[in-house]
């Protein structure tokens, strides 16, 4: 039991994580332990428009899971250019950390819900990925490109960054996104990076 | 679609609500969107201990959306005496809109969730509420009793509070909790209302 308990107080870690996106209506930055839960709930409503069947429960499971290793990485922005594999090695040595606080056998569960996801190459994984790829953009679209501007990021630059992702996972909320980006271009939503 | 992104857009606005215990380390409160995401982890954690077995897909699903309705009556204490009923009526209330955003349906399936939470009368949502319980006693516990403390709240009002959803959904938690609570009265980490 105190290994249980001592795993999910180091998880209380990563609600100080910041990421780069702020919750609407929000001075504060917005942390990966909400963000994990608010796109389990997308992933959810979203379900039937992934883009083959999917076990949801699984899709649940590697949301609510994926973004532990920056419990000691920090959140890497998602649209910085190199360095990447150095990063993943980093957020992999970390959930092994994590996830190893807990008794055997049962950290094992959820490093491979950890893999999976970053794998992406199970229908799961790739509708998971596109969910999280999409929610940011979803704030930014309700934000006035906040995160965008803030980090002086193009139009092109987000549509390269999430496109793939988000396209392959979920194809019919690639559509809805591509024609509301370019809306929003018009307004001048972005930075010029 | 522009259901879907409404719904998630609205669900949002529970990353505003304050609770009243704070993260491990943080200064401001903690709220229902991170909660919620910890306590589904909680939750996965602990199954081999819950009080009989239980489909743990179905208790994550309720603990992700069990708070849903704080969104418009804010977070209660858990400690309140009285206007219980009202409270949880506001709740219903606010539960029924949020999920009414959703195409038909798919709303439906979120509610029933929310309400199985609320019953406490299945092995699931029993599990569920004890998990629910437990976790801002495992902060306090880790955090000198700063909730109980701020709120004057003594030691015998927390386990009137929680032993009872605790034990009934997961006794092994419960004798780790009860003792850890004796402990923690000897430094006196709890207020004297």
Redesign the interface.
Known sequence: ??Q??D???E??????VTRKVR????D?Y??P??H???I???A???VH?AASPVNL?RV??ML??HDIGEIDTGDTIAFAEGGWEERKAAELAAARRIFGI?PDG?GAR?LELWQEFESGETPEARFANAVDRA?PV??NL?NEGQSWRENGISHERVVRRVAPQIRAGCP??WT?LEARLDEEREKGWFGFA
Do not use: C, T
Request: hydrophobic letters at 60%; a negative charge.
């Open positions: 039991m105190q249980i308990i795993f999910i107080l998880l209380d870690k990563l609600k100080g919750p609407l209506g929000l504060r917005e942390n332990a909400e994990s839960w608010q389990a709930l997308l959810a409503s979203l428009h429960d649940i499971g609510l899971v807990l049962q959820f929610m979803l704030l309700a019919a909320l809805y």
